[in-house]
């Protein structure tokens, strides 16, 4: 892993970001919705305020510092549920096969012939827009990846010679998942996991920047929806939370390529 410099340059992208959300409330103990000053001051123009204020006077940075929070928070809770289910359908499809493969691939197409981001949009309308609803639709669209991924290692592994002899042993089918086949299919989901939460933060974004966000919350694209109506005379508002996602999205996808060189043996130089 000391090889890889993409690993280190999204690592360290990824470690400023979580900086950021760590310490936006020590920084900025203030509501961020609050107003800073007049509304529509620039960058650099006014002490205090290093990225200026947007059309209500808040402040871009205290806003950017706990949109890091809400983005991290929600891609991290997305990926983790959407991982979880993942691992759970496609273990036991690939494991079982049969009828219990047909069954859950099935279900596994019917999320994936749904356009991810039209499912999430109608999810947050039937269910609302808080920040639990928000992580859970981002997941019910992320996961069929993830299945399709580890049924295809576990189809791959268990066949080998190390099931076989457990098995033999008589070991239950339980301990064979978790203990044996499961460990040995993780380095691919978690490689994937990286570039689910890059997902879930842009798809967030998405959704935020179209008002299905929670109001209460502070996000970088609920900023970008804040700011494009004043996109002429002060496009900063949108520019600055736009690039805070396309370096966060650049961290992920840099240590998600690293994670990949790193952990698959292929690649491995000697």
């Known amino acids: 892993m000391m090889r890889h410099a993409s690993l280190w ?16 409330g020590a920084i900025f103990p203030d509501d961020p919705f609050a107003m800073a000053d007049a509304p529509l001051l620039w960058p650099g123009s006014a002490p ?3 990225l200026g204020t947007d059309s209500l006077g808040r402040d871009i940075l205290a806003g950017l510092f706990h949109g890091a929070r809400a983005s991290l928070l929600i891609g991290l ?44 949009i109608v999810l947050l309308v039937v269910l609302g827009t808080r920040l639990t609803t928000i992580v859970t639709a981002i997941a019910l669209v992320s996961w069929p990846a993830v ?3 580890v049924r295809a290692e576990f189809l791959a592994l268990r066949e080998r010679e190390f099931v076989q002899s457990c098995r033999v042993i008589g070991m ?19 490689v994937t996991a990286t ?11 998405g959704l935020s920047f179209l008002g299905l966000s929670d109001p209460n919350v502070m996000t970088w694209g609920a900023m970008i929806n804040m700011g494009k109506d004043q996109m002429r005379q002060a496009w900063y508002i ?4 736009g690039c805070a996602l396309l370096v966060t999205a650049l961290g992920l996808n840099l240590f998600g390529e690293g994670l990949n060189d790193a952990l698959n043996p292929r690649l491995r130089r000697p």
Do not use: H
Request: glycine fraction near 8%; charged fraction near 10%.
């Open 9 to 24: 340059a999204g690592g360290a992208i990824l470690l400023a970001v979580a900086g950021m959300a760590a310490l936006a």
């Open 48 to 50: 205090g305020l290093p």
């Open 77 to 120: 809770a997305s990926t983790v549920a959407a991982v979880f289910i993942g691992i759970l359908v496609g273990a036991l499809g690939g494991f079982y096969r049969g009828l219990v493969d047909d069954a859950l691939m099935r279900l596994t197409e019917l999320f994936q012939t749904i356009p991810p981001f039209m499912l999430a």
């Open 147 to 149: 299945a399709r991924l």
């Open 172 to 190: 239950s089918d339980a301990r064979i998942i978790l203990q044996q086949i499961l460990p040995n299919a993780l380095a691919p989901v978690i």
């Open 195 to 205: 570039v689910l939460v890059a997902t879930a933060i842009l798809m967030e974004a």
């Open 238 to 241: 949108v520019v600055i939370p």
